[in-house]
Antibody, heavy 118, light 107 residues
């Protein structure tokens, strides 16, 4: 059974950093791209970015709203994807979801809440 | 960036009603569109991919159609468990972009 579990969310002050983790199981992690999405409270869904598998170079793409501040990485030996959030702003407050694959993901984690506030 | 315009933003309907939700893309995206259902506090659930392919396990009352710039999600006979928010997502190009969502409420 495919499982994705995000962790690392919490309350953080503006300008600070946070690292989210997505622990994966039930599939060959290293063969899959991994994506991140987010949803601000009471708002719609937003794509954050993704990372390809190492076979495709481990390349990344990001939304303009986070490019230069957020970094996606992966540790295939641990089956974990990471989302490093730097220079956080109030508008980054959201539930962050990881998904398996790119495009039209089927498997989503339950999400982790990041609150940026002083 | 491709803009996805979803309508309506909300609707009220009764059990048994036929419901149609539309997404329009600002440029042609072939059939690279997926529909999700989301209930409060939960992750999105994929209903339709490639514009019209029904996800395994999803009831056949859900259907999708369209290609190019105009897409529709139809629920042929609304059931109590279908009251939720629905989103379209284009995966033709980066950045991936969602419609604004349609909240389906009980009339």
């Amino acid at each position: 059974e495919v499982q994705l579990v995000e962790s690392g969310g919490g309350l953080v002050q503006p300008g600070r950093s946070l690292r989210l983790s997505c622990a994966a199981s039930g599939f060959t992690f290293g063969d899959n791209a991994m994506s991140w999405f987010r949803q601000a409270p009471g708002k719609g869904l937003e794509w954050v970015g993704f990372i390809t598998s190492k076979a495709y170079g481990g390349t990344t793409e990001y939304a303009a709203s986070v490019k230069g501040r957020f970094t996606i990485s992966r540790d295939d030996s641990k089956s974990i994807a990471y989302l490093q959030l730097n220079s956080l702003k109030a508008e980054d407050t959201a539930v962050y979801y990881c998904t398996r694959g790119d495009g039209y993901p089927y498997y989503w984690g339950p999400g982790t809440l990041v609150t940026v506030s002083s | 960036d491709i803009q996805m315009t979803q309508s309506p933003s909300s609707l009220s309907a009764s059990v048994g009603d036929r419901v149609t939700i539309t997404c329009r893309a600002s440029q042609a995206i072939r059939n690279d569109l997926v529909w999700y259902q989301q209930k409060p506090g939960k992750a999105p659930k994929r209903l339709i991919y490639a514009a019209s392919s029904l996800q395994s396990g999803v009831p056949s009352r859900f259907s999708g159609s369209g290609s190019g710039t105009e897409f529709t999600l139809t629920i042929s006979s609304l059931q109590p468990e279908d009251f939720a928010t629905y989103y379209c997502l284009q995966y033709n190009s980066y950045p991936r972009t969602f419609g604004q969502g349609t909240k389906v409420e009980i009339k």
